[in-house]
Every structure is written in structure tokens, then in C-alpha cells.
């Protein structure tokens, strides 16, 4: 085997997260008196943390104060509402059941808040996914390695056996800060043009595509 070690990204990778995300920010927006956004920018916000899709939805020059506020408010809204029209991508929950039966141990590292990465892990993913890290306090975020490290110490994992599948340019960025292998997935946030520019190693369609590059 090639690899036993599979870590995901999680929004646009494993979960497509877009809706409930559009209408968290949006409660946000609407509640502050700003201009809702449209699901295209949105799409187009998320993938470098809450801060980052809070701060893009904002007005441009909102202070840092409004800012904070604003992201405060979106952690509650969003953790009361991620798994209204959250679901799994077609061929996800039976790529992660044959990775557990091939025995290749899997995790997820997201830039989703830690504590929202764990309840969805948990809620779509129970016993399918090994180890799962949102953005934290104790390491920076993606494109940053450190949370993909973490999960390789938890796996037991080593860079030349482990794999980094995502949807984004920071998740091949990251791949490729930590070391290790990456392979982009079309189906998600970003196109095959960002992947491509990024260096993805590999590039899939199709979630049961993966299993061909492990062996």
C-alpha cells in the first residue's frame, strides 16, 4: 500500500456545507443592517476559516471590533444551524467504509471552528473518521502545517505514507507545507484551474477515485 494514512478537508471535500453557511452569515448580516450575500460569494469566502468568511461578508474597511463581533455571533448562529442542509457528497460515506476496511486510518483538518469540525464529524462521519481538527487556539490554521501535523501524531502517521485530500488551493498549499502528498477534488468550492495552479498532485472527480492512487 502507498499510503495508510488519508486525512480530508472537510467543507466542499468531504460535507458540502455551502447552504447552512449562507444562511448563518446571512442572520449575521441581516441582524448588523449590511447587504446579504448571494451563495456564489459565499462559495467564494469560505476555506480560510470563520474569521476570514466573516471578515470577506462584511463591508470592506468594517473595524476589527465589528469584526470580532460579528464572528461571535456567527459561531452561535452557525453551530445551531450546520446540519440543516449539511450532507455528505455522493460517494463520500462509502469511500470512508472501504478505507476503514482496507485498514488506512483517516482523519479530517478543516479550518471549520474545532468544536463545529468534531459535532459534524461525529453527526455524518461516527466511526468512519478517525481524528477530526477545526481551527484552534493551540495551532494555526491551514495553509499553516501544524493542525496537519497534529493528526499525523495522533494517526501515528509519517509524511511519506500520508495523504491530504481537499477542494482548495490552501489544502494543496498546506499538503505541500506539511510534507506530504496532496489530491484535489473537483467537486467541491474551487475549480480544476485553481487546483492545477496550486500543484495538486493528483486531481479526482469522483470520491472512489481515491483508491486507486492509495495502492
Do not use: H
Not at 501544524?146 to 505514507?161: P, R, S, W
Amino acid at each position: 500500500m502507498k499510503y495508510d494514512t488519508v486525512l480530508f478537508d472537510l467543507d466542499g471535500t468531504l460535507l458540502y456545507t455551502l447552504d447552512d453557511l449562507e444562511d448563518s452569515v446571512n442572520a449575521v448580516l441581516l441582524k448588523r443592517g449590511y447587504r446579504q450575500r448571494t451563495k456564489e460569494e459565499i462559495k467564494q469566502f469560505v476555506g480560510d476559516g470563520a474569521k476570514m468568511l466573516i471578515t470577506r461578508s462584511l463591508p470592506p474597511g468594517a473595524s476589527e471590533t465589528e469584526i470580532l463581533q460579528c464572528l461571535a455571533m456567527f459561531r452561535e448562529i452557525y453551530q445551531a444551524n450546520l446540519q440543516n442542509k449539511t450532507r455528505p457528497y455522493e460517494g463520500i460515506p462509502a469511500l470512508l467504509k472501504k478505507l476503514k476496511e482496507m485498514g488506512i486510518k483517516t482523519g479530517v483538518v478543516s479550518n471549520k471552528p474545532d468544536e463545529a469540525t468534531k459535532v459534524v464529524c461525529r453527526i455524518y462521519f461516527q466511526g468512519d473518521i478517525d481524528v477530526a481538527i477545526g481551527d484552534n487556539i493551540d495551532r494555526k490554521k491551514k495553509p499553516e502545517p501544524d493542525n496537519l501535523y497534529e493528526a499525523m501524531n495522533q494517526l501515528g502517521a509519517v509524511k511519506e505514507k500520508t495523504l491530504y485530500v481537499g477542494d482548495s488551493d490552501t489544502d494543496i498549499i498546506t499538503a505541500r507545507n506539511a510534507g506530504v502528498d496532496s489530491v484535489g477534488v473537483t467537486w467541491g468550492y474551487r475549480s480544476r484551474e485553481t487546483l492545477e495552479k496550486a500543484g495538486a498532485g493528483n486531481i479526482i472527480d469522483k470520491p472512489e477515485q481515491l483508491i486507486a492512487l492509495l495502492i
